[in-house]
């Protein structure tokens, strides 16, 4: 069974570079029917997402984030990673892992590939 | 960007049937997702590409998804099924999410 599990420091200071680390397991993330997402949700508000890797290393950005945002893959240890830089406040969230799947019609192309399986998340608090 | 409205809360009396909406321009040539919430946990998909349903979900669950116009429907609503609700998108540049809806069940 696919699970994902988020990890990294609880509280980062503003300005400074956030890192996260989801690891996957119950399927390899070199798998070529998957992509492997990052979604953050601040407290009290909605979805919203981060970007997208494949295991090629085939990056998706939110443009709003573009600027700040980095995702890669380690294969060898069946993570993904994000940083963001330059943090405020307005980066406190709790922030998911998610894996994207394509199922019930064409999957010829990423925008087919949904949120499937999330991580439980980790909350990432941005204050001095 | 593409912008997707749904409405900030539905209510719903035990055993009925409640309908959630997600709005946004030409929304049927598009392919909608839903997933909902409970209080602490992770989302959890409950229909894929507008009408198909994950194995575990109930067949209470369905949706549609025509003109500007998508719909969550649960049939037979229960106490268990209280969690918020969100519609999801490809928006030609990025996914985009609803803002969500807070289903009660009275």
């Known amino acids: 069974q696919l699970q994902l599990q988020e990890s990294g420091p609880g509280l980062v200071k503003p300005s400074e570079t956030l890192s996260l680390t989801c690891t996957v397991s119950?399927?390899?993330?070199?798998?070529?029917?998957?992509?492997w997402g990052w979604i953050r949700q601040p407290p009290g508000k909605g979805l919203e997402w981060i970007g997208t890797i494949y295991y090629s290393g085939t990056t998706y950005y939110n443009p709003s984030l573009k600027s700040r945002v980095t995702i890669s893959i380690d294969t060898s240890k069946n993570q993904l990673s994000l940083k963001l830089s330059s943090v405020t406040a307005a980066d406190t969230a709790v922030y998911y892992c998610?894996?994207?799947?394509?199922?019930?019609?064409?999957?010829?192309?990423?925008?087919?590939?949904?949120?499937?399986?999330w991580g439980k998340g980790t909350t990432v608090t941005v204050s001095s | 960007s593409y912008e997707l409205t749904q409405p900030l809360s539905v209510s719903v009396a035990l055993g009925q049937t409640a309908r959630i909406t997600c709005g946004g321009n030409n929304i049927g040539s598009k392919n909608v997702h839903w997933y909902h919430q409970k209080p602490g946990q992770a989302p959890v998909l409950v229909i894929y590409r507008d009408n198909n349903r994950p194995s575990e979900i109930p067949e209470r669950f369905s949706g549609s998804n025509s003109g500007n116009t998508a719909t969550l429907t649960i049939s037979r609503a229960q106490a268990g099924d209280e969690a918020d609700y969100y519609c999801l998108v490809w928006g030609s540049t990025s996914w985009v999410f609803g803002g969500g809806t807070k289903l009660t069940v009275l």
């Open positions: 119950g399927d390899s993330i070199s798998s070529s029917s998957s992509y």
């Open positions: 998610a894996s994207q799947y394509c199922s019930g019609g064409s999957c010829y192309g990423y925008i087919y590939y949904y949120m499937d399986v």
